[in-house]
């Protein structure tokens, strides 16, 4: 049901623009974080009775909470898997700024405020965010998984190294502990990176671009070998860093729905 938009709110959390499209419920919210606010979407079939499983879903470089594959994955999650699903902005993106800043603009915002330092308070916002949609029951707090490529993979291995075994499963892939030279080199965190991937448990898939011209094959295939998970798989896909094959998208979203124990 979706009577929880008519319950009061926690304070922490401030509810806007709710719609329901072909099902599925969608409202964008803002949570109260250590950093500010936290600006996301909310995905959830329109008629549920229990805490369904979250999936969090985070975004490339440039992206935001609203690109089009974050849409489209967290529809499809809510609309054949009954998932509940979640997006924030990331760091220097979407609502977080005024305009757009081209991809030179963030990461130099990134690398002065320090990359550590935007991965802690990214882990804690995605936290933050976690548990003020489990306190209102829309969501169990601990069946949680996470989908994020490229961007959403060097943000998303702190998160999974943060909340630990509430992780049932994650799809990372484009990203490594090499960078490109195009890049800022503040961008650059191998000894961080390979810390958190050290910590991480949960089962995962890795998808690799073979000629990803941004992380380099041999960084990403060494961060796999990094990952602490017993259960891990690696996927490779002939092309270049921003091409994605449908078919891979479609082996992350059964590799989540298999890991959350539901069937479609």
């Known amino acids: 049901m979706i009577g929880w938009l008519d319950d009061p709110m926690p304070a922490a959390v401030e509810w806007f623009d709710h719609r329901v499209i072909d099902g599925v419920a969608e409202r964008s919210f803002h949570v109260v974080g250590t950093s500010g606010d936290v600006p996301g979407v909310l995905w ?8 369904r499983p979250l999936v969090l879903l985070g975004h490339g470089g440039s992206g935001h909470k609203r690109s089009g594959r974050i849409v489209e994955l967290a529809r499809w999650f809510a609309t054949y898997a009954g998932l509940t699903a979640v997006a924030i902005d990331g760091p220097y993106h979407g609502d977080r700024v005024s305009a757009p800043l081209s991809a030179a603009q963030y990461q130099a915002r990134v690398a002065e405020t320090g990359i550590e330092v935007v991965l802690d308070r990214m882990a804690e916002d995605w936290r933050a965010t976690v548990d003020a949609i489990a306190a209102m029951g829309l ?5 949680l998984a996470y989908v994020g490529m490229s961007m959403g993979t060097r943000f998303g291995l702190s ?12 799809v990372f892939g484009k990203f490594g502990l090499q960078q490109g030279a195009a890049m800022h080199e503040g961008m650059a965190a191998p000894e961080r990176v390979a810390r958190d991937a050290r910590r991480i448990s949960a089962p995962v898939l890795f998808h690799v671009q073979w000629h990803d011209e941004i992380f380099p094959r041999h ?6 070998d990094l990952l602490g998970s017993v259960d891990k798989q690696l996927a490779g896909y002939v092309g270049t860093h921003a091409k994605t ?4 998208i479609a082996l992350w979203r059964d590799f989540v729905v298999r890991h959350l124990a539901l069937v479609i």
Do not use: I
Request: hydrophobic residues 45%.
């Open 159 to 170: 998160v999974a190294a943060e909340m630990g075994d509430r992780f049932r499963c994650l």
């Open 219 to 224: 960084g990403q295939l060494a961060l796999f």
């Open 139 to 143: 969501a169990a707090s601990d069946q």
């Open 245 to 248: 094959d449908p078919g891979a």
């Open 44 to 51: 959830l079939p329109s008629c549920w009775s229990t805490p």
